[in-house]
């Protein structure tokens, strides 16, 4: 099961730990749902998702400050013999010496964040969904072409790495070559990204590993890319029918999410590098409401309206 370490989040959040003495080295987190825990703070646990990271913000911190000694004791004890993985204060708010005491006699760690709870809430939910997204690896190249994520797949040697290379040599941005893993962050989107070990490295066949973030320069390079685009390469077959137009879009599937994919045959003297860039464009253009095939085959559609017409009237 993936999940996050507490750590991880503390240093991504910049947050402040207010119960140092408790060893967060094994907590995790494993979904990407936060809650707020009001009603629970009122006294009602039904359906309580303990497991989730908990946030308090302004209105929860007023409603405990105003309740009695008694019943804080009561709601506290109740709250945090919970199995809760953290609980964050939003806004420096301080927990009263009581919670801080519960807290700590029950391993609960508590945190503290400058940030405002709805701003808090949005950037930890988007970057657990990211990091706790379902993951596979899948063998190819992924490369940022004109802000489109292209991904280049094929069978081994055919030309893949050679094809990234010069789109970087043209200003494009390198994601990963060779692996690349794809995380599904909604169910429109794949976001991919490299192993920390091959980041930033292609293999040449011939030549070997090639750093190209220090022979290119850091603009060469980028961690995470949206997946908009599949080009499949493949050895060019004489007897295969391959598509000339493009009135209909060809899809893959990677982790339930469908993505728009083309089959490139390669032969001698084929410009991939020109190739890719022309589909990231093309990509684009659809994007934003215009079809070349479709204008084409309109503009056909209206020229035998027109020569229909001229023999009706001959």
């Known amino acids: 099961m993936a999940y996050v370490s507490l750590k991880n989040i503390i240093e991504k959040m910049k947050l402040e730990n207010l119960t140092p003495e408790l060893d967060i080295s ?82 609960v760690p508590i945190l503290m964040t400058k940030k405002a709870t709805s701003a808090f809430m949005a950037e930890i939910i988007r970057w657990l969904n990211v990091k706790l997204a379902p993951c596979i690896s899948v063998h190819g190249v992924l490369v940022d072409v004109f802000g489109e994520g292209v991904l280049i797949t094929g069978e081994s040697g055919i030309g893949k790495s050679e094809a990234a290379l010069e789109l970087i040599k043209r200003g494009h941005r390198l994601v990963t070559d060779d692996v690349v893993e794809i995380r599904k962050v909604s169910d429109e989107t794949l976001v991919g990204s490299a192993p920390d070990i091959t980041k930033h490295f292609i293999e040449l066949r011939g030549i070997g590993i090639v750093d190209v973030k220090t022979l290119f320069g850091v ?96």
């Open 26 to 107: 094994k907590v995790k987190i494993t979904q990407p749902d936060i809650n707020r825990p009001a009603l629970q703070i009122a006294g009602y646990f039904e359906h309580f998702e303990a497991t989730r990271l908990q946030v308090i913000g302004f209105v929860e911190y007023t409603y405990m400050e105003g309740m009695e000694e008694e019943r804080k004791k009561e709601i506290y004890t109740k709250l945090l013999s919970r199995e809760i993985p953290a609980i964050v204060f939003c806004r420096e708010l301080q927990p009263d010496p009581l919670f801080l005491q519960t807290a700590v006699e029950h391993k």
């Open 219 to 314: 603009s060469s390079v980028r961690d995470t890319q949206n997946i908009d685009l599949v080009i499949r390469l493949e050895d060019w077959d004489k007897d295969k029918e391959y598509d000339r137009l493009g009135l209909e879009e060809e899809y893959t599937e990677y982790l339930g999410n469908k993505v728009v994919c083309h089959n490139i045959p390669i032969r001698p003297g084929r410009n991939l590098a020109v190739i890719c860039e022309s589909a990231a464009i093309n990509h684009r253009q659809k994007k934003m409401g215009y079809n070349a095939a479709q204008e084409l085959y309109t503009r056909v559609q209206n020229s035998l309206a027109r020569r229909r017409e001229e023999e009706d009237e001959d």
